[in-house]
């Protein structure tokens, strides 16, 4: 069992594979709703508050691109792109507005329900981290308030950003191998998914670095992967 008490909401415009994962989510105790177009599913997204959100890129009304970012722009809950779309640009893109993970069609039962328990388990993203807070440059982690803050302003984290910034301000100073990083954010399975881990480290940058386009906090060591620096700028 994935654990009860979870609300998982499926946005599939196809009836069968709909039905499909409502029986699986439903079998691995999870609770599931449903919408099958993007603007029922930002109504029912209002209302029902999901812990997690697997998306169809190809669904109709509000396309799953635009409505990943809509869901991204005001909360941080765990996208799951399901797609049977091939070209690897609508994977980047979706990653690029938020998405959390993605999966292509046709799948197998046990690589959905062993992502979503996944997504589900980083939903919790400080549950591991240290007590206290680090600042960064004019930036503040604070691990006991669970928040990120420059100034007066919450930098906004999704579930992943948090367990990835968590990671390197553990190992602040050092060297991380990008296979180190992506299994522990994201599991053994994701080893080698270095364009998973480019993507998200995009984002985490925009977010905290102080100047974007030269980035001060997280550094590149080209071939190996990445560090936090170690010293107060």
């Known amino acids: 069992m994935i654990g009860r008490g979870f609300l998982v909401q499926v946005v599939e415009d196809d009836k069968v594979i709909r039905r499909f994962m409502f029986k699986l989510l439903r079998r691995n105790g999870l609770q599931v709703v449903g919408a ?15 812990d997690l959100v ?35 640009g609508d994977v980047v893109r979706g990653l690029d507005y938020g998405a959390d993970d993605y999966l292509s069609k046709p799948f197998s039962e046990g690589v959905l329900v062993a992502r979503v328990k996944a997504l589900l388990r980083r939903s919790r993203p400080w549950a591991d981290a240290a007590d206290g807070s680090v600042e960064l440059d004019d930036l503040l982690v604070d691990f006991r308030a669970k928040r990120v803050t420059r100034g007066d302003s919450t930098i906004r984290l999704t579930p992943t950003e948090c367990r990835l910034l968590a990671l390197l301000v553990a190992n602040r100073g050092k060297v991380l191998t990008s296979g180190r990083i992506l299994s522990e ?8 998914d270095y364009p ?7 984002r985490l940058r925009k977010k905290i670095e102080p100047h974007r386009p030269m980035p001060s906090l997280i550094v590149t060591a080209p071939g190996v992967g ?3 620096a170690a010293g107060d700028r």
């Open 36 to 50: 099958s177009d993007g603007q029922a599913a930002v109504k029912q997204f209002g209302v029902e508050h999901p």
């Open 54 to 88: 697997i998306l169809d890129l190809g669904i109709p009304e509000i396309d799953g691109l635009e409505l990943c970012r809509l869901l991204r722009a005001s909360s941080e809950v765990p996208i799951f792109i399901v797609t049977a779309r091939g070209g690897d």
């Open 196 to 202: 998973l881990l480019r993507t998200h480290i995009g």
């Open 226 to 228: 990445y560090s936090l």
């Open 185 to 192: 954010v994201w599991g053994r399975r994701y080893a080698e």
